[in-house]
Structure formats: C-alpha cells, structure tokens
DNA sequence: ATAGAATTTGCAACTTAATTGCAAATTTGA
DNA sequence: TCAAATTTGCAATTAAGTTGCAAATTCTAT
C-alpha cells in the first residue's frame, strides 16, 4: 500500500484509498461511500492540503481527484472528453519535454498542466 | 480590425472588441460594458459557438475569454498566479513541442491547453 | 471499561458562476 | 413606417462547493 495512505483514518482514508484506484469526483466518491456530501468536500480538502490527492478541474468547472504519490502516480497530463467531460489519464512527460515547456513561462513555475481535448472512444461510438 | 470582429453587432461587437485587446472574465467585462450579467453571458456563449472567442477557466472556475483568432491571437499557454488567480497570456508552442506533446495523447486531439501555476510578479512584491 | 476531550459528521443554509423563461425593448428590413 | 425578428433586463433557477452548529463518533488517559 502507498505510504501515502498510512496515517489518514475515517473517511478520509476511505477517500483516498478509492483514488489510489481511479480518479473520481465528489459525486463518484459520495455515491461510492455512503456520506454527506459536505464530508466529502471536507475530507476532499483535508487531503488537497495534506497533499495526499490532488485536483483536476473538467471544463465544466467539476473537479477530478487522483492520488498525488511521486512513484505510484507521477504528475501526468489529461484527456477531457467534449462530449461525455470524462478525464482520463494520460502517461507522464519526460524530463526533456517538461523542461521544453517552462521555457514559456516568464514566471517561476510550481505545477504544470497539461490537457488534451477531444473525443474519447466511448463517445465515438 | 480583425476579421473576427466583421459582421458583429450589438454588445456581441462591443464583448469581442474588448477581448481583442485583452483577455477578461464575464465579471470584468460586466464592468466594462453596463450591461445586466445574462447578456454577458448570453453573448459569451454566441461568440464561443461562433469560435470567435475561446475561454480559459482558472482553478476557481471562473472562466477567463479572449479573442479566438489563429493570426492575431494563435493559440497559446497560460500562467495562472496561485495567489491571485489572475491569469497571463503567454507566447505560443512551436510545432515541435505540441507535434512532442501530441504524442502522449492516445485519443485524437482536437485541443492542447498548457497550463503554469506559480506566483506571478505582482504577489511576489 | 469509562468518562471527558477532541475530532468528525449530518443537516440545512449559504455562496458564486452560470443558465433560463418570459415579457419588454430594441433592431431590422420590406 | 410598421410588423417580424432579435436582443435585453429581470428574477428565478441550477450546480459545485462551503460553512455554522449541534449531534455523533473516536481518541486518550485513568
Ligand atoms: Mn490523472
Ligand atoms: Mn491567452
Ligand atoms: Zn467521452
Ligand atoms: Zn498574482
């Protein structure tokens, strides 16, 4: 089990044990374990800033949390879908091509994002 | 004028003018132009359909618009300020970083948003 | 095992960006 | 100039997410 895990108890350990596995919205969580929607939120948030799980917004302003673990889940980019707003996740960059990219930025950069458009397989369908 | 602007009336000619020259939110125009937020919106929507603008969302949600004109305005990263939330337009990918990035993606693209997050200038002070 | 303290939860009300129905106002064009 | 078409303002609504507060649960020390 990712150390990521180790120490979080209640729901919140529930939460991130279900992301370790996928990456899933308030919604999916809350119909996934049987809680109030605002300990969700909560524990959601506890964990964004334990950074435990971090966050990934759909254009629809929804937000997609995944497990935040350097070896089980290196940062890596996203595909939206524009017709069904899933996120799906993609592989990592390499270290040639991040660096490539913070060449762009005049500003110090904290986090890169990377999201890619389009319409997944299921929808082409 | 750019092309994009022709054959616009009303406040749809008035929101696009001012996203010629800069990139703002639906709040920020509203204070622009006195106009009530529905119209706003209802013209944002239009010109998003028309592809005459296109829209970035920084991590609030809060959807940022700017003029969607391959010549004027080609395509490009943005850097969103952590603290402030404010969000810079910066200078476009060349073709061998986003034919780089396209790779990773296994669905077809049909768009490529990069986004830096850090803390921009401004907060630093 | 038990009691008190600390943490977590459910509920309901609230916030904010964005959307929508509808009637009034404005614009268009024959 | 006048009727039809488009656009607008207003108010109500939607949906994600937040918050205050009291009740329930969990933790810790005896
Ligand atoms: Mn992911
Ligand atoms: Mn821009
Ligand atoms: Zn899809
Ligand atoms: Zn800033």
Redesign the pocket.
């Known amino acids: 089990m990712c150390d990521k895990l180790k120490n979080l ?4 350990f ?1 939460i991130a044990l279900l992301l370790s596995q996928k990456i899933l ?3 999916e969580l809350q119909n996934l374990i ?13 964990l964004l800033k334990k950074e435990i799980i971090r ?1 990934i ?1 759909n254009s ?4 997609f949390y995944e497990l935040n673990c350097k070896i089980h889940n290196p940062i890596h980019p996203h595909f939206e879908c524009i017709i069904c707003n899933k996120i799906y996740c993609l592989k990592a960059l390499n270290s040639e091509d991040v660096l490539a990219l913070s060449n762009y930025s005049p500003f110090e950069i904290k986090e890169i994002e990377v999201k890619f458009k389009g319409i997944c397989n299921e929808c082409k369908k």
């Open positions: 108890k209640n729901n919140e529930k919205s308030a919604k049987n809680v109030d929607k605002a300990t969700i939120y909560r524990n959601i948030k506890n966050e917004k629809n302003g929804v937000g």
